[in-house]
Every structure is written in C-alpha cells, then in structure tokens.
Antibody
Framework: QVQLVESGGGVVQPGRSLRLSCAAS????????MHWVRQAPGTGLEWVAV????????YYADSVKGRFTISRDNSKNTLYLRMNSLRAEDTALYYC??????????????WGQGTLVTVSS | QSALSQPPSASGSPGQSVSISCTGT?????????VSWYQQHPGKAPKLIIY???KRPSGVPDRFSGSKSGNTASLTVSGLQAEDEADYYC??????????FGGGTKLTVL
C-alpha cells in the first residue's frame, strides 16, 4: 500500500534553515508529481510546492518562493523540502502528498501523517 | 494567490443532505476542471474524496458528490452519517501552476 513518511521537523530559530524528508513506498515514486502542503496549528491547509515526476519542473506558493526548495531523489524514493530564512509564520505541520498525475499541481490522492516545524527563538 | 472562499461551518441531521460551497474566480475554479475536495478528521491527514469536479476515488461512498457552476464549486453529502463529521477543504488549480485551498468548512452532524 502507498506510504509516505515525513521526517526532519523540529524547533528552529528564526532565520535558520531546516530540511524535511519524505520516504515513499508502495508505488512507483518516479512516476508521480509530489507536493508539500502545510497546516498551521488550528488553521487550514496551505499548498507549499510541487515537483514533477522527474524533478524537471518545480512550482511554489508565493509565501515561500525564494526561501524554500523542493527536490526529489528517485533512486532513493525520497522527497525533500529545504527551508531557508525561516519565519515564525512558517510554523506548521508539513505534509508530503502525491499528485494524481506525473506532473501537477492537480489533486493530492495520498498524504503522509506530517512532520511538525516550529520556528521560535 | 487568494484562498478560495468556504463557509466556516455547516450542519445537518443524520440522513439529511448538506452542501458546502467553494467560491473562487475565473483564474482558478472558473477556468479549470481540477477542483478537488478533502475530508479531514481531527488529528488525521486529509483524505481525497472528490477530484476533477465530480470524480470519486475508489472506496469513497457515492453519498459524496461534487459539482461546479461558473466560479463556484460545491460538495454535497447525502444521507449524512455521524462519521461524516469532519473538516472539508476545497482545492483548485490556478493560473501559473498554483494550487489554492479553501479556508475549510467544519461539518457538524446534529
């Protein structure tokens, strides 16, 4: 069965960096677009970024453009999110999710359980 | 990139039908058929229940249905059951390869 397991979250000071990982299994990882979506405590969902199946194209929400980088290693079935210049408003549960198709963004059919990032001094 | 607009709450009694709206613009909902809906129970990850406006993933009951008219999409839950109580989010592809979510609607089964 499809499994997505995020890791790498934690407490980080404003202005610092963090890298999240998402280990995928149960499907052909290299055939699907992959996303990061976040949810601040007690609030709604916010799309963060998508990478195409081969990593050739990446797209970002305006709120993270220039600070976050999404990438993937298809040989390791792993998705990454490098987060630089972190701000308090980046505090959230970060979900890894699979796109329905090889590109995206379209719809997200499988989600991980999330990893919590807290930006605080 | 403004979020899509959803009512904060909706409610209905068991067995009744309830609809949740999601309003956007011609740059998102009105311009594309990549409208999706997600169900999220407390402490759980979201679950896809509708994609491409009207399609249901395998395993999602046909009590859930989607539609779209102009810049507004709707999710209808028929024959409400206690387990349908959850938060519901709409989502649409938007111009320039963006993905927008609605603010979410808390559905209460009375």
């Amino acid at each position: 069965q499809v499994q997505l397991v995020e890791s790498g979250g934690g407490v980080v000071q404003p202005g610092r960096s963090l890298r999240l990982s998402c280990a995928a299994s149960g499907f052909t990882f290299s055939a699907y677009g992959m996303h990061w979506v976040r949810q601040a405590p007690g609030t709604g969902l916010e799309w963060v970024a998508v990478t195409w199946f081969d990593g050739s194209r990446t797209y970002y929400a305006d709120s993270v453009k220039g600070r976050f980088t999404i990438s993937r290693d298809n040989s390791k079935n792993t998705l990454y999110l490098r987060m630089n210049s972190l701000r308090a408003e980046d505090t959230a549960l970060y979900y890894c999710a699979r796109d329905l198709y090889d590109t995206g963004p379209t719809a997200l059919d499988y989600w991980g359980q999330g990893t919590l990032v807290t930006v605080s001094s | 990139q403004s979020a899509l607009s959803q009512p904060p709450s909706a409610s209905g009694s068991p067995g009744q039908s309830v609809s949740i709206s999601c309003t956007g613009t011609s740059s998102d909902i009105g311009g594309y058929n990549h409208v999706s809906w997600y169900q999220q129970h407390p402490g759980k990850a979201p679950k896809l229940i509708i994609y491409e406006v009207t399609k249901r993933p395998s395993g999602v009951p046909d009590r859930f249905s989607g539609s779209k008219s102009g810049n507004t999409a709707s999710l209808t839950v028929s024959g409400l059951q206690a387990e349908d109580e959850a938060d519901y989010y709409c989502n649409s592809y938007a111009d320039s390869n963006n993905l927008l979510f609605g603010g979410g609607t808390k559905l209460t089964v009375l």
